[in-house]
């Protein structure tokens, strides 16, 4: 069965404290794995897919890597505007030749100036 | 409007209510989808339309009914809930299906 799990759960820094959210999954035949952010009260908000092992994106403080069982996003001197829960998800195969994304419960990051 | 929007923001009904949850897209996509996302769990999949045509039904129960009468627009008809079908509701809409999801705002669902 495909599974995504992340953690930690929760994660505090304080301004400027560089660390990584974990994505572990498995899947039959990764199609797709993409992080999202989300603020509270609001819809998930795109930032990146990788689709092969090796493969690295970067977006302003943020980079995502990933490998053949997991993804890392690395935050580097993260603001307290960073503070947000950050999703990720894989793309899965199910009947009919069709796509789903499979979530995992997500990381909530606090950045404490 | 750009991006994808949702309808109300926010509902709260009754048990014996029906409602319905609107749900558009401004950007010439062709896939739409509706998520459930309760507090403390991952965001479930609950139907998938490609070309209006509805390709996944995730084991929901019939209380909730979607309709997607063109690609740009896509509805979820709710009736007789329960208080465990309070959350929010996403709406999320992808070029084709396979590509990547953008996310509406939500809307939050409270059943008394």
């Known amino acids: 069965e495909d599974q995504v799990t992340q953690s930690p759960e929760a994660l505090r820094l304080q301004e400027g404290e560089s660390s990584s959210l974990n994505c572990s999954y498995t899947v039959s035949g990764l199609r797709g794995l993409f992080w999202y952010r989300q603020d509270p009260g609001k819809g998930p908000e795109f930032l990146f897919t990788?689709?092969?092992a090796g493969e690295e994106k970067e977006k302003e403080r943020l980079k995502a890597t990933l490998t053949k069982k997991e993804s890392f996003l690395h935050i580097t001197a993260p603001k307290p505007e960073d503070s947000a829960t950050y999703l990720c998800?894989?793309?899965?195969?199910?009947?009919?030749?069709?796509?789903?994304?499979?979530f995992g419960a997500g990381t909530r990051l606090a950045v404490h100036p | 409007e750009t991006g994808v929007t949702q309808t109300p923001r926010h509902l709260v009904m009754g048990m014996t209510n029906k409602k319905s949850l609107k749900c558009e897209q401004h950007?010439?996509?062709?896939?739409m989808y509706w998520y459930k996302q309760s507090a403390k769990k991952p965001l479930e999949l609950m139907f998938v339309?490609?070309?209006?045509?509805?390709?996944e039904n995730n084991s929901v129960p019939s209380r909730f009914s979607p309709e997607c009468p063109n690609s740009s627009h896509l509805f979820l008809h709710l009736h007789t809930l329960q208080p465990e079908d309070s959350a929010l509701y996403l709406c999320?809409?992808?070029?084709?299906?396979?590509?990547?999801?953008?996310f509406g705002p939500g809307t939050r669902l409270t059943v008394l």
């Open positions: 339309y490609s070309l209006e045509e509805r390709v």
């Open positions: 990788l689709y092969s």
């Open positions: 999320a809409s992808s070029q084709d299906n396979g590509d990547t999801q953008y």
């Open positions: 950007l010439g996509h062709n896939a």
């Open positions: 998800a894989v793309q899965s195969l199910f009947s009919g030749g069709y796509n789903k994304l499979i």
